[in-house]
């Protein structure tokens, strides 16, 4: 499961694996996850091991 927010939804929720769209590798550890919402909105989060903001952790 990844949490993740949504703008649209304006709420946070936990989304599992399956809602990932794709996964783009920006730099050396730094990945943007692209996943939809229960709503169907896409939602960018930005994960890995380079960053300290909290980004989807596996559940
Ligand atoms: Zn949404």
């Known amino acids: ?11 946070q929720m936990l989304l599992p694996a399956s809602h990932i ?4 590798n920006l730099a050396r ?4 996850v692209e996943m939809t919402c229960y709503e169907g909105h896409v939602i ?8 300290d ?3 989807p952790a596996p559940v």
């Open 53 to 55: 903001i909290p980004g």
């Open 29 to 32: 550890g730094v990945i943007a």
């Open 21 to 24: 769209r794709a996964l783009h």
């Open 1 to 11: 499961m990844f949490l993740a927010y949504c703008d649209e939804c304006d709420r």
């Open 44 to 51: 960018l989060v930005l994960s890995g091991s380079d960053i």
